[in-house]
Every structure is written in C-alpha cells, then in structure tokens.
C-alpha cells in the first residue's frame, strides 16, 4: 500500500483564500446582481510594462530562428539577467553581490518553500504572526512542525506576535532560534522595518549562528528615505541571510512567473558534527537538480525591468498603486478607521470596529458594500481584529469601494 505524507494531514482545512472563495461564492449566489469588489487576493491588475512585452516578444521571434534558438537555459538563470540585477538592485545601493551568488526562480513562493530542503529536519524556527501562510505550511508538509492547536498555530514552531504597540516590528525571540522568516515590507500588515531594527535581526542571527529568510517580495513600493531595500545594506547579514525577490508585484509578473534567491558565498550552516558548511554550494546543487529554470522569454522580459524604459515604466506601476494605497488608507482613516501600512507597501491593514472579529467585518464589508477583503485572524491569531486590504485594484475599484465602505459601514466604526 502507498503511504501517504501525514504531515499533509496537520494542515488546516479552512486555509484562508479557499474560505473567502466559499463565502463570496455563497454571497454571489443569494444576491446575484450586486456587484462584489475584491480587495482581497494579493494579485496585480495592471498589464507588464511595454518594455517587458517588447523583449518578451523579441524573445520568442529568437526562438522561431535555427541561429538564435534556445534550448536548456543555465540552470540558475542567464547572466545577462544574474548581472543586470547584481548591478542594479544591489551595487547601486553600495552592496556587492556577485551574480553567481544570484539565483533565478519561477517565483519566491517557490523559492521559499524549496529552500527548507537545504536544511536540517531539527532546525528551531521563529515566524511572524500574522505570516505569509507559505512560510508555516511548507514547513508543517516537511515535518518541522508538530500538529495544529486550537490557536490555529502548530506545535514547535517559535511565533513573533506582530502588534500595534510595537509598530507591528516583533520582539527578538526569547529563545535560541536557527531560521527566521522575515518579510519586509511586511505581508499582510503593510509596514515596514527600518535599517535599525534590521540591524537588531542580523545581529542576533550573528550571535546565534542562525539564518534570515529575508522576503523582500514588496522591496519596490518602499516610498521613504533611509528604509533598507535590500538586507544586506546592513553590516554584517552577508554572513547570515538569503534574500528572496520577486518580480511579481514589482513589474507585474504573477501570470508569468520570474524570481531570485541570492545565497551569499560566506552564509553558512552547521553539520551535526559541528563543522561549518557553506549553504551555497547547497543550494546550487537543489537548484541545478531538481530545475531547468525559467524560460528564456521571461528571463529577457525580467531583464528588460533595468533597461531605462523598463525602469521608467516600473516606477510608474509602482506609483499607481501606492496612489491606490494612499487613497485607502486616506479614505479609510476618514471613515473612522485605525489605519497602518499603505505607505511602503501595497496592503493597508485595519483596525476592525469595536467587538468585530476579523471574519464578522468581512462579512459586514461584503453584505453591506460588496467588498472582499482579507480577514487579519486568517494570517494568525495575533491578526485578529484587523483586516486587510490590497491596493493592487483598478482606480476605478479603489475609489468606488472607499465610497461605498464611507457610506455604509463606517457608521459602525
Ligand atoms: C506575493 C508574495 C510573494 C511573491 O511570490 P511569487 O511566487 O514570486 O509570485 C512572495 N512573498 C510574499 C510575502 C508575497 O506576498
């Protein structure tokens, strides 16, 4: 008999997209003609950039011609793309990565869940709460975790409380831990960290020889000076952190799939008997293993973000979505609300009314203005009381659902 992965069987059942989906379905069905907003799913809107679609298409003409075609490409991605990032996102804020360090994935979902495996099965691992689900569930389908409490939260793993009287920045953990996931600016509160309190993060990982997972999938929407856009701007974290990156909310790619990981040389781990053991020629292995990367087209249209244009164009993205956070947040505050985030991120993260729970104002915000948003409690049970909601919407969208959350629900606030 073919034995099943148990630890598949500790996963909640009610994981939170599937839930919303079930009751903005049921909603849709008993009001047929209202006309549902969704401000829930973290999923762009706006089409890539022209100078994306123009190198993605030029791509694919290479292909079509005997002298340009491409079969396998490198494993860990083209270096025309490995360098044009190492110039651009890290040596142009003073830090230097090698390309071969930079790592090109079909996305950091992806990315985050793989790289569990170049870890040992007892490692202690700390993550925020409200998280990123992926973090939690890549690790309970591995067997890092023991089962699921009522809480919602698993046994075994060390949870950071995000809360408002820390500015939604968690304590340092009590205990020793060995990976840390942190995502900055945060998924789903919409903050983000300073170059202080990272600093606070390297130096414990130093002192406790463990490793950030650094999530920097929203690094584009940071808006303030002096906010860190990338971990290493910080002394020290070459030593103990991988950076993940994303072009999905950067330029667009959700559909078309293009990421990175980058492992620095010197970031290492231990072996049981205590020897140090690099993690990049780890991780080099799994990569060249078990992929054959991502397709040429895509890794030319990526490439194509650093051109001038592309750039010029990203921005603008970036910009038109921020605008949408900024009048969310705006709005919302208007309306009544305790308002976070929304400034270096494209999430807004609300206070639900008094004696609301996160799933009660979502069923409010759905009955009486026809809007989806995510419920806090579904990111963990320190989200509970607050609400997100994605800028990632049209204009058209953002401004309607400010109008109608004004006219019908903030009389409850
Ligand atoms: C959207 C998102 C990503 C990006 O994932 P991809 O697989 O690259 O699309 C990564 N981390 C967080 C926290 C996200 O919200």
């Not at 500790?10 to 919303?20: D, N, R, S």
């Not at 379905?25 to 950039?49: H, W, Y």
């Not at 060995?178 to 990272?198: E, F, M, Q």
């Not at 040389?265 to 049981?272: D, K, N």
């Amino acid at each position: 008999m073919a034995k099943v992965n148990e630890h598949y069987l500790k996963l909640q059942a009610g994981y939170l997209f599937p839930e919303i989906g079930r009751r903005v379905r049921a909603f849709c069905e008993a009001n047929s003609d209202a006309d549902v907003i969704k401000m829930g799913i973290g999923d762009v809107t706006q089409p890539l950039p022209a100078a994306v679609i123009r190198a993605m298409h030029d791509a694919v003409d290479e292909l079509a011609n005997v002298e340009t075609f491409k079969g396998y490409g490198p494993e860990t991605g083209y270096s025309f793309l490995r360098e044009a990032i190492a110039e651009n996102d890290f040596a142009e804020r003073g830090v230097e990565i090698d390309p071969e360090e930079i790592f090109i994935s079909d996305g950091s979902k992806s990315d985050s869940s793989n790289l569990v495996e170049v870890f040992g099965a007892d490692n202690k691992i700390a993550v925020f709460d409200p998280v990123y689900p992926v973090y939690v569930d890549t690790n309970v389908m591995v067997g890092r975790t023991g089962p699921a409490l009522d809480s919602g939260r698993y046994e075994g793993l060390v949870y950071l409380p995000l809360t408002e009287e820390t500015g939604f920045q968690p304590p340092l953990p009590k205990e020793k831990v060995d990976l840390i996931y942190l995502c900055n600016p945060n998924n789903p509160t919409g903050t983000v960290a300073s170059k202080k309190t990272l600093q606070k993060w390297v130096d414990y990982a130093r002192e406790h020889e463990a490793v950030i997972f650094y999530d920097a999938a929203y690094e584009a929407f940071i808006s303030e000076d002096d906010m860190p856009h990338s971990i290493y701007e910080i002394p020290g974290a070459k030593d103990v952190a991988i950076e993940l990156r994303s072009f999905s909310k950067t330029a667009g790619f959700t559909g078309t799939r293009c990421a990175f990981t980058v492992v620095p040389r010197q970031l290492t781990g231990t072996t049981s008997d205590g020897q140090s053991q690099a993690l990049h020629p780890l991780w080099y292995r799994r990569h060249s293993t078990k992929s054959n990367g991502v397709s040429y087209p895509i890794q030319r249209g990526a490439a194509a973000i650093y051109t001038p244009d592309g750039k010029q164009q990203v921005r603008k993205l970036v910009d038109f979505y921020l605008e949408n956070a900024r009048l969310l947040r705006e709005g919302m505050s208007d309306a009544g609300f305790t308002v976070y985030g929304g400034v270096n991120a494209p999430y807004v993260w609300l206070k639900t009314p008094t004696g609301l729970s996160s799933w009660e104002f979502f069923d409010l915000l759905l009955e009486k203005s026809n809007i989806v948003g995510t419920p806090g409690s579904g990111f963990g049970a320190a989200g509970e009381g607050f609400f997100r909601l994605s800028a990632f919407s049209s204009r058209e969208n953002t401004v309607e659902a400010i109008a109608r959350i004004q006219k019908s629900v903030a009389a409850k606030v």
